[in-house]
C-alpha cells in the first residue's frame, strides 16, 4: 500500500488493521511520479513483533503498539534522508503559521494547545511527532499519522513560525533560547539516529531550519493566560506591520 | 589519550556538540556542548596522543601561554573523566 505522508510517497504494509485505519487519510492511490523519491517502511512479521515485546522495554505493550511505535521510528529515521526532521510537539497553527510546543511526553503539550484552539481559534495538525520538512530551504510543518496516543493529526501542511520548548512553573514567563539552548533542547526532543551518515543530515536540517527560526522557552503553568503571553511574544512583529 | 570512539563532533547553527553514535547512541543518549576551544580538544583527541603532544597542538594554534594552555588541558580531560567519555 502507497501512502502520502508529509508529501513522501511511503510505502508499508502494516500486520494490524487499526493502523491501516489510522493512515486511512494518507492513504495514495495514484500513480507514483517517477522521478520522486519513494520511502519504504520495514516489514514486520508477527514473530519479529514477539521478539520485541519479550524485550523489557516493549514488555507492557501490544503487538499491534509495538507496529505503530517501530514504524514511527523507521518513517522518523528515514525522512532525515531528505531534508526532514521529526519534533516531539504539539503543532499548532495561527495566522496562517505553525509554532511547534515542545516538551517530553506526560508534560502537558498538547493542555497547552489545546488552550490556543479555544483562545485564538488555532488549529492543532498534529499532536505528538509533527515534522518539519526543508522545501525550496524554508521549514514547512506536516502533519502525519504517527501522532503519539491521541491520533490527533491532519494532512495538512504550514510554514514553521516558532519553536517553543515548554517547562513546568509558578509563573508564567518566555524567554528566547540563544543557539546552545535551542540546539541541545531540539536534539533532546527528536529521534537521533544512531547511523553517522543520518545523525550528519539530521544537522544539515537544524542548521538551515534553526537560522529561519525563532526558539522560545515558555515557562508555563495550566492557566490560559500562559498562552495569551505566548502568543503575544511569538507574534509580536506582526503588530508593526500594520 | 583518546576520547571513545562512536562519537561524532559536529558544527551546528554556530555552536560546538558530540553526540553518540552507533551501539553508543543506543545506551547513552546525552549530548556534549563544547566551545571553540574544546571542540579543538576534542578533535585532536580523536587520535591517540600524549598530554605533551596536545599541549605542543595548543600552543601552536592559539596565542596563550604555557601555563594557561596546561591548566585548560587538565580540566577539559579531567571533565571527560567524569563524563566518561575517555577510552
Known amino acids: 500500500m502507497f501512502y502520502k505522508l508529509c508529501d513522501f510517497y511511503v510505502k508499508m504494509n502494516p500486520l494490524h488493521n487499526k493502523i491501516c485505519s489510522m493512515a486511512e487519510k494518507f492513504l495514495y492511490d495514484g500513480a507514483i511520479p517517477i522521478s520522486s523519491e519513494c520511502i519504504t517502511l520495514e516489514k514486520y512479521t508477527r514473530e519479529r513483533l514477539q521478539q520485541y515485546q519479550a524485550m523489557k522495554d516493549y514488555s507492557h505493550l501490544s503487538l499491534e503498539e509495538i507496529e ?4 514511527a521510528a523507521d518513517f522518523h529515521t528515514k525522512i532525515l534522508d531528505f531534508d526532514a526532521v521529526m519534533l516531539h510537539s504539539s503543532a499548532v497553527v495561527h495566522r496562517g503559521e505553525c509554532c511547534l510546543f515542545s516538551a517530553p511526553s506526560g508534560f502537558g503539550k498538547s493542555t497547552h494547545t489545546k488552550m490556543w484552539q479555544k483562545l485564538f481559534d488555532a488549529e492543532i495538525i498534529n499532536d505528538d511527532s509533527p515534522v518539519i520538512r526543508l522545501i525550496d530551504g524554508k521549514p514547512v510543518v506536516y502533519g502525519s499519522p504517527f501522532s503519539g496516543g491521541t491520533f490527533i493529526s491532519e494532512d495538512k501542511a504550514s510554514p514553521l513560525k516558532a519553536v517553543v520548548f515548554l517547562e513546568r512553573a509558578r509563573d508564567n514567563s518566555v524567554t528566547e533560547l540563544n543557539n546552545r539552548e535551542a540546539t541541545k533542547l531540539f536534539l ?3 529521534l537521533r539516529p544512531t547511523d553517522p551518515q543520518r545523525v550528519h543530515r539530521l544537522f544539515d536540517t537544524f542548521d538551515t531550519l534553526y537560522r529561519q527560526t525563532k526558539f522560545f522557552r ?3 503553568n495550566t492557566d490560559k493566560q500562559a498562552a495569551v503571553l505566548a502568543e503575544k511574544h511569538i507574534y509580536k512583529e506582526n503588530d508593526y506591520e500594520g | 589519550m ?3 570512539d562512536d562519537f561524532l563532533l559536529r558544527e551546528v547553527a554556530g555552536c560546538y556538540v558530540v553526540v553518540p553514535v552507533g551501539q553508543n547512541a543506543v545506551d547513552f543518549n546525552g549530548i556534549v556542548n563544547l566551545n571553540e576551544t574544546g571542540a579543538f580538544f576534542w578533535e585532536q583527541l580523536q587520535n591517540d596522543i600524549t598530554e605533551q603532544e596536545l599541549l605542543a597542538a595548543v600552543l601552536d594554534k592559539y596565542e596563550v601561554d604555557e601555563k594557561t594552555a596546561k591548566a585548560d588541558i587538565k580540566s577539559f580531560i579531567a571533565k571527560l ?4 567519555l575517555l577510552a
Open chain 2, 2 to 4: 583518546k576520547v571513545k
Open chain 1, 188 to 190: 533532546l526532543n527528536t
Open chain 1, 218 to 220: 515558555l515557562k508555563c
Open chain 2, 81 to 84: 573523566e567524569e563524563n566518561n
Open chain 1, 68 to 71: 505503530f511505535i517501530l514504524l
